[in-house]
C-alpha cells in the first residue's frame, strides 16, 4: 500500500513510521480478535510515534484503513459506503491502541454504538511492549436493557476468541429480532422522532401522530415513536446525544432504514446526525415535499415540487461524500435523488432559475384563464382546509365527477376544477386547492403560490373541516391562520363541518345551532342543505330559503 493511503494525523511522522504504518495493510486478522504479531506491530509504532495508532479489519480480515490519531484518541474516518443492511452490523472491527494501562473508554463505546461496529478493541501500551486487550461488542435485545458488553484479556497471546464464529452468531442474534415488515410494499422502515421545547410539550401526542399520518401517507412503515422533551434544542443534533445513541441501537434492533424527524433540521444538524449513523435522515419538510413528489401529476405541479425540493437541498449541500446519499435523499430514491444532491450549488442555482421562469409562465397562463372566467361571469367557489379533511370528496359530492380520493395526508395535490348547476344561480365553478398544514414549509407555500392564487378570484370559500379530528380547533385556527397571511380572511367563508357520521349526535346539534354547516361528504349527508347556503351566500338579494 501507499503510505498516502494513511488516514488521520501523519503529520510530523518521520519517513520509517510511515513505510511501517503503510506494511499494516499486508496484515490477515480473520479468525482471531488480535494477533501476537499486529499488537506488537502496531504497539511499537504507537510508542515510537506517541501517538494512537487504529485498524479497521473487514469480515475477510482484510485491513482497510490504517488510522493514525493523537496521543489521545483515533478519529474513525467516513464508513457509509461500507456494507449495511437492515439489523446488520457494519461488518468491520477497529482495533486500536490505548497509551499506558487505560482501557474502554466513553468515546469507544460511543463509537462502537453509533457506527454499529462489529466490536471496538483497545490493546493498552506499556513501555513499547503491548499488553492488556479490551473488547466492546453490541448486545441483542435483553431483559437489562444492556446495549454492549466487555471481554478482557491479559496479552494479545491469551486471546483464545474465534473472532470468526462470534460475529456471525452475535448478527443472527440481533437480527433475528428484526421485525419484518407486514407488507413488502414499504419503501422505508422508520423511526419517528419529535423533540419539544416547553412551548409545545402539551401537543407532543398531536405532532407526533400528524407525523404518523404523513409517514403513511409516504408509504412508510412506522417501527417506532421517540418524543423527547427537552429545555432547549441540542445544536449539534438538535436531540440529546445519548438519546440518539439510544436511537441507533433501537434502529438496529428493529432494521430500520431511516430516522424521520418533526422539526425541522438545520443544514449542519442534518448532516451531524447523517455523518454518525448508516441511516437516511430526513426532516418534516423533507417528508413533505417526498409525498408532494408522489403526488403531482400536472406539468405545473411536478415543477413546483421540483422548485421547491432544490430550494430545500441547496443550502444542505455542505459537502460531497459519503453522507450526501442520506441527506434528503428522498424515500425509496424518490425527489431530487442522491445525482442532483452533488451538483454543485452552481448547477442547482440555474435550474432553480430556469424552474422559476417556466412556472412564472404557466402563471400567467392562469391568469388568463382566470380572467375568462371572471368576464363569463361564472361564479366560482373554492374548496380551502386542514391536509385529508375531505375537500375532494366534497367535490365529488357536489359535481358528481371523478377524482382520486384517499384516506391519507396530501392525498391530491394538482389543483381541480369542475363545473355543476347550482339550482338558482345557474352554472358555476368549484375548484380544490392543495390542503393546508401545520407549519407548512415556507418552500411549499412559495412553490405553490401560483396555485393558491386561485383562491383570490373566487367569489366565496368554503372552508372544510374534519369534525372527526381530535385536533379540530388547532387545524381550524391554521387554516386561518394561512388565509390571513395570505390576505383572504375578508372574503365570504363558509365553514363546512366534514365527516358528522363520525361523530355523536350531540356535538353536530351543537354545530348546527351555531348555523354553521354540518355534513357527510362521504354519504352524502347535508349535502343540499350546504348547497342552499352556498347559493344563500352567492345571491344576497335573496332573502328567503331556496
Known sequence: MRIKDIVGNTKGLQKY????????????????????????????????????????????????????????????????????????????RCIHTHLGKKGIDEEDITDLLMLRLDAMVVVNVDEGLPGRVEMAYLLPPNPQGKKYDI????????????????????????????RQPEDSGY????????????????????????????CESANIKVLDTVIQKVKTYNPQFLIGKGKLQEIIIRALYLGA???????ELLPTQL???????????????????????KR?????????????????????????????????????????????????RRVIKKRIAILEDRIESLKKERAERRKLRERSGIPVISLVGYTNAGKTTLLKAITGSQAYVADKLFATLDPLARTFYLEGVGKCIITDTVGFIRNMPEDIKVAFRATLEELYSADLLLHVIDLSSPFMDDEIEVVDGILEEMGLKDKPIVRVYNKVDLIDEDLARHIVSKGDVVISAKKGIGIDSLLERIARELNPVLDTPL
Open 17 to 92: 513510521q510511515l513505510k511501517q504504518l503503510a506494511k499494516l495493510y499486508e496484515k490477515r486478522v480473520k479468525r482471531e480478535v488480535i494477533s501476537s504479531e499486529v499488537a506488537r506491530t502496531i504497539a511499537s509504532i504507537s510508542y515510537d510515534t506517541g501517538r494512537q495508532v487504529g485498524l479497521l479489519v473487514d469480515r475477510r480480515g482484510v485491513i482497510t484503513h490504517v488510522i493514525v490519531g493523537d496521543s489521545t484518541r483515533i478519529v474513525i474516518p467516513d464508513l457509509s459506503y461500507f456494507r449495511y443492511y437492515p439489523g446488520r452490523l457494519k461488518g468491520l
Open 151 to 178: 471481554l478482557s484479556w491479559q496479552h494479545p497471546s491469551r486471546v483464545d476468541l474465534n473472532f470468526e464464529e462470534f460475529i456471525f452468531d452475535l448478527e443472527d442474534q440481533i437480527y433475528s429480532t428484526v
Open 187 to 214: 419503501e422505508e422502515r422508520a423511526i419517528l422522532i419529535s423533540v419539544l421545547t416547553p412551548k409545545d410539550w402539551v401537543y407532543g401526542d398531536y405532532y407526533m401522530m400528524e407525523l404518523v399520518r404523513l
Open 257 to 263: 432504514t431511516m430516522l424521520v424527524f418533526n422539526e
Open 271 to 293: 448532516n451531524n446526525i447523517a455523518e454518525m449513523t448508516d441511516l437516511k435522515v430526513i426532516d418534516r419538510t423533507q417528508l413533505i415535499l417526498d409525498i408532494f413528489a
Open 296 to 344: 403531482a401529476i400536472s406539468m405545473e405541479g411536478k415543477l413546483q415540487v421540483e422548485l421547491a425540493q432544490l430550494k430545500y437541498t441547496y443550502p444542505r449541500i455542505i459537502g460531497k461524500g459519503t453522507a450526501m446519499s442520506r441527506l434528503a435523499g428522498g424515500i425509496g430514491g424518490r425527489g431530487p435523488g442522491e445525482t442532483k444532491l452533488e451538483m454543485d
